[in-house]
Structure formats: structure tokens, C-alpha cells
């Protein structure tokens, strides 16, 4: 599977568009890290646990997103964007999206 941010891929042509691919996942923060992350907030500098939530999260996103673009019989998705939104108090969503493709 080819994966792109741009609306083409280099050397490929695009033979048909498929549909829109995404996948998603939602997350809550954990109490301990929390705790943790206010204490950084005091001294100041990068919240490596949130920073590890969050990339396991749209790596995950993007594994589905992915998946769904397979079943579609793609072989390439173009135009992957990512969006953020909170579902309710401590817990966030992550959802990966994009348009599936047939390559030539």
C-alpha cells in the first residue's frame, strides 16, 4: 500500500479513485499519567508519556485506515490527513483519513 499526503504519487498513475478510507481509534488518558504530566507542567518541558499515547494512537489510526483501503481493493491512498477531536472529558479521537486509489 502506497501512502501519500499529496493528490498524486510520483511515477503512478491513478486508474481509479475508490472512495474515502479512515480508520480511527479512541484513547483516554490514564490517571497516573496524568498526575505525572502535571508535575512536568510545573517544570516545564516535553510530556513524553502523552507524546507516546499519541503516536501509538494515529499509528493505530492509520494501520485501520489502511485496512478499510484494502477491503476496498486499493492499492494506494492519497491526500492523508489527520484530525483530532475530543469525545468526552480525557478522552480523544484519532482519525486517519484519505482517498483510495487504483494505481497503474
Given at each position: ?68 483501503a ?12 489527520f ?12 482519525l ?9
Amino acid at each position: 500500500m502506497i501512502i501519500s499526503t499529496t493528490e498524486s504519487i510520483p511515477g503512478k498513475e491513478i486508474s481509479e479513485i475508490v472512495g474515502i478510507a479512515k480508520g480511527s481509534t479512541v484513547r483516554a488518558r490514564h490517571v497516573g499519567r496524568d498526575i505525572f504530566a502535571g508535575l512536568k507542567n510545573i517544570v516545564g518541558g516535553e510530556i513524553d508519556e502523552y507524546t507516546k499515547l499519541l503516536s501509538q494512537s494515529r499509528d493505530q489510526a492509520m494501520k485501520r485506515m489502511i485496512d478499510e483501503a484494502r477491503q476496498m481493493g486499493a492499492d494506494g491512498i492519497i491526500n492523508i490527513r489527520f484530525t483530532t477531536s475530543m469525545v468526552m472529558q480525557a478522552t480523544s479521537e484519532i482519525l486517519a483519513y484519505g482517498t483510495a486509489v487504483k494505481l497503474s
